[in-house]
């Protein structure tokens, strides 16, 4: 399905809500964003060691670091009546870079939703979102396949909440996706998946005790990728054909994970998790990747902080980490975030973060492609509401 057809159908379902929701009066309410800060951010291009991008016929060093300002605008809207709500966000955040201007970064995101309340803790969803990715056309330096860091993507998602025991809530979900990327001088990449989640979240608790929750994700994906290569006619220069290079790829995932309160400000959690690519028809990009994380979160009237660590060991089942060795190419990562906001008056907040992301390969000294890289983002800024 390609993205005129999913804006189609997006359209399509986002004024059905419309006049399913009656002449009762309905609770509106609407909320507005807009923030402001700098930050730098440490390989903007997730390059490895010694990599160089091309940009038109010039070459530049691929680890390339710099200041940014940031600009935010959010609103959102809600529409709720008894049995059914509407709802849209709209988002978008500009990232200037003044000594790096391949690096500006531009990402408008929009989305609507509908939710139909069929009895006590039983509804019918429905979400439609759209995201543009507009920034340089170099390589993705962090992807097995030849990508792009502009893109556009459009998905729509369909579920079904239901409560089938006593203090548990689930989900299950049927979602498509079109995903392209920016159109270069030898082609286009894109692709269009279909995906299945499934979600359960079963609360525990003893009496004079917090809650305790245990989280079970699990989802099944089939991305359809479509390849597409110009290459010029023999009759007239200025003319060109197309070849397609058909890739598929299942993802089959699941995650266990815990939280608890363990004080009325603080929160723990961690799990585990599980995901595994099937690359159908090449079969060469498949891998196996368990993962560990853990999370900690504080909240009180001034303050929100969040620390989450992650760390994925993704071994690839049949791509060779070198030519001339059997053994299988094998990516570690260690991924690291802490972020915290401070309430200065009823409508202003101040908001920092720091975003680590550092990958590791076998057999790096001698490697010239799927490079080890280190990638750090630190901003700060304002918030204001209203």
């Known amino acids: 399905m390609n993205t005129n057809k999913l804006k189609y159908l997006a359209g399509l379902f986002a004024l059905f809500p419309l006049f399913l929701m009656g002449q009762n009066q309905p609770k509106t309410s609407f909320k507005w964003q807009l923030g402001s800060g700098a930050g730098y951010e440490y390989n903007v291009y997730n390059a490895g060691n010694n990599q160089f991008f091309l ?23 809600k529409i709720s009546h008894k049995q059914s ?59 097995v396949i030849n990508t792009t860091n502009s893109y556009g993507k459009t998905w729509m998602e369909l579920g079904y909440k239901f409560r089938p025991i006593r203090f548990n809530s689930s989900k299950l979900t049927l979602s498509l996706q079109d995903k392209a990327y920016a159109e270069q001088e030898t082609g286009q990449l894109r692709y269009a998946s279909k995906r299945v989640d499934f979600q359960s979240k079963q609360r525990f608790k003893r009496k004079g005790e917090s809650p305790q929750y245990l989280i079970l994700d699990a989802y099944v994906e089939q991305r359809n990728y479509e390849d597409i290569r110009f290459f010029e006619t023999e009759e007239e220069e200025e003319e060109f054909e197309e070849e397609f290079e058909e890739r598929i790829w299942r993802y089959y995932a699941g995650k266990i994970s815990y939280e608890k309160a363990v004080t009325d400000h603080l929160e723990l959690g961690f799990g585990l998790s599980y995901l595994e690519r ?79 992301r550092q990958r590791w390969r076998n057999y790096s000294a001698a490697a010239t492609r799927f490079l080890p890289y280190t990638n750090v983002v630190l901003s700060s800024g304002l918030r204001f509401s209203f």
């Open 278 to 356: 099937t690359d159908v028809l090449a079969e060469r990009l498949g891998y196996q990747q368990p993962s560990l994380f853990t999370q900690l979160g504080y909240e009180d009237d001034k303050w929100t902080l969040s620390v989450k660590l992650q760390y994925d060991y993704r071994h690839y089942t049949n791509l060779k980490a070198r030519s001339d060795q059997e053994e299988k190419l094998l990516h570690q990562y260690l991924r690291a975030s802490l972020r915290a906001n401070y309430k200065i008056a009823d409508q202003w907040e101040w908001q920092t973060s720091l975003q680590v």
């Open 85 to 143: 709500t509407f709802g849209w966000k709209f988002r978008t955040r500009y990232d200037y870079f003044p000594s790096l201007t391949e690096a500006n970064v531009i990402r408008p995101e929009a989305s609507v939703f509908y939710q139909y309340k069929l009895k006590k803790f039983h509804s019918l969803f429905w979400e439609g979102n759209y995201v543009l990715n507009k920034t340089n056309n170099l390589e993705d330096a962090t992807s």
């Open 55 to 77: 940009i038109g016929e010039d070459s530049i060093v691929g680890i390339q670091s710099g200041f940014f300002q940031r600009l935010q605008l959010n609103t959102s809207g």
